[in-house]
């Protein structure tokens, strides 16, 4: 294990916390210490606040052009490109993912650098023109930076979920503070590396390492914010939500899902069409080890083909290899910490005690690490706290429905709303089914793509906003209406001792 690194960055300089606290950060695959970063805490947050204050409200960064911000962010996709191998494999031991997976999320990064900087570049800088009804009025609405933006980011994909922030915040014009989880903050605070390799000004972009409950609490409440943008858990979220209203900032919330995969029967008519559906029903629940807020981790399936779908998937997932991320033929990584883990295991024994039926996993396997087996649960229903709240683990529940009408009912039975896919080979049914989803993200005979020029965000309390796409960009974004009048003349409204004097 290598000496702590100074992980936080302050307006232009790395440095330890001020404390000195430190943690350790353990690779999951085997539960040892393989990093240490420093641990900030209220006064770390303060002054990198401080530093991003005066690089909006006195620094270049918010005063440079858009083909200019646009060309920077062209220059962090090249160095994302050049040391792929590098941070796809930091990625792998620090989450826990496969080291293709790792790969993967530094390709996306990339993309989300290139479409945010394409974004800006072919806007019209002008902004748009309102038409007043009157030759003597110009009016236009333009958009402007929101200020000083705090980014706070979850353990299960840091690089990416970092990039859907930073890059529209920086598109945008903004100066910024990121807390990545402190679970997994190592591909974080590279990436703030290659933004100032990139030539970003100084104070533009900031990094503070450490716990939830001091910097990101400090974040979501500190005057001098003006957006903060928030991914992980629903309690987390609305904590910061409630720390934000006193200043009245902007916030935006990504708060995970509780995720549907409706299968119809007609879905299946052949060999090769039930081969897809059910390999793609173990990708929607397994990869990443379920610990994917789109997990599609709730399989509803019409009722005539149940048992023989369960029992393909079941027989499939009991043959999942784990292992350590790196290791050739790995196909699902560890949980991300033992707490994690223990949470798995914690929602099975109590799907298990409230009825449902274990068709495959439901155990740790012999040896180190944070492993649990791919689950599948049948026989359960919306009652069942499984159905309910979001496991964040291997772990797939079996529902069943008879009707369309039912299959959408227990589809959109869920407080969550962020993503869900129907299988159909009716394509009417297929536009019909998407159409009532209240859902952010709807797949038809697919699961787990996105794009980063569509939106991606939920109804209900999966969160509030939208990242990616032209509203990702806007979230970082004050809009503003400037209304000139050519040909100024009095109002009259109040006439006053004018209108005695004319009388």
């Known amino acids: 294990m290598t000496a702590a690194r100074q992980t936080i960055h302050v307006g232009g300089e790395w440095r330890a916390a001020l404390s000195g606290a430190t943690r350790e950060i353990l690779d999951p695959a085997d539960a040892t210490p393989f990093a240490v970063v420093a641990e900030g805490g209220v006064q770390d947050t303060d002054d990198a606040v ?75 800088a002008g902004g748009r023109i309102v038409d007043a009804g009157s030759e003597d009025i110009r009016s236009v609405v333009v958009h402007e930076p929101v200020g000083v933006c705090a980014l706070i980011t979850p353990w299960n994909y840091p690089l990416l979920q970092a990039s859907w922030k930073i890059a529209p915040a920086l598109a945008a014009g903004n100066t910024f503070v990121i807390k990545p989880s402190e679970i997994t903050p190592l591909s974080t605070v590279v990436l703030v590396e290659l933004l100032l390799e990139a030539g ?39 904590k910061v939500a409630r720390a934000a209203a006193d200043s009245v900032k902007k916030v935006a919330l990504e708060l995970g899902g509780k995720n549907p995969n409706v299968v119809f029967a007609d879905a299946c008519a052949t060999p090769e069409d039930f081969d897809t559906a059910v390999d793609q029903a173990l990708n929607a629940a397994f990869i990443h080890s379920g610990q994917v807020c789109s997990a599609g981790s709730r399989l509803i399936v019409e009722e005539s083909l149940r048992e023989r779908f369960v029992t393909e998937l079941a027989r499939r997932a009991a043959h999942i290899r784990l292992g350590r991320g790196t290791e050739d033929g790995v196909e699902c990584g560890p949980l991300v910490s033992a707490a994690q883990l223990a ?65 959408v009912a227990l589809a959109n039975d869920t407080e969550y709303g962020l993503a869900g896919a129907v299988w159909t080979s009716d394509e009417e049914r297929a536009s019909r089914v998407a159409a009532l989803l209240r859902h952010g993200t ?13 939106e991606w965000g939920g109804f209900g309390k999966s969160g509030i906003g939208r990242e990616l796409g032209p509203s990702g960009l806007a979230e970082y974004r004050e809009t503003k209406h400037i209304y000139r009048n050519l040909a100024p003349r009095p109002v009259r409204w109040f006439a006053g001792e004018t209108r005695k004097d004319q009388a």
Request: negative net charge; charged residues 30%; glycine residues 8%.
């Open 442 to 454: 709807v797949w038809i005979n697919d699961f787990h793509p996105y794009l980063p020029q569509a």
């Open 343 to 407: 949470r798995t295991e914690e929602y099975v024994a109590s799907a298990l005690a409230e009825g449902a039926v274990l068709r495959a996993g439901g155990e740790r396997p012999d040896g180190p690490g944070y492993f649990y087996r791919p689950t599948v649960l049948d026989r359960c229903d919306r009652d069942m706290r499984v159905v309910r709240e979001e496991v964040f683990g291997p772990v797939l529940t079996v529902e069943t429905f008879r009707t369309e009408a039912e299959a």
């Open 200 to 238: 970003l000004p100084l104070g533009a972009a900031n990094i503070v390492t450490g716990p939830g409950d001091t910097v990101g609490a400090r974040l979501a409440e500190h005057p001098d914010v003006d957006l903060v943008s928030f991914t992980g858990g629903l309690v987390s979220g609305t």
């Open 50 to 124: 401080a530093a991003a204050r005066a690089a909006f409200d006195d620094g270049s960064w918010p005063r440079t052009t858009a083909a200019e911000r646009a060309a920077l962010l062209r220059r962090v996709a090249d160095l994302l490109e050049r040391d792929r191998e590098l941070i796809g494999a930091l990625e792998s031991q620090d989450a826990g993912k496969t080291l293709e997976e790792g790969r993967v999320d530094v390709d996306c990064v990339r993309d989300a650098f290139l479409y945010f900087a394409d974004l800006v570049a072919n806007e019209d």
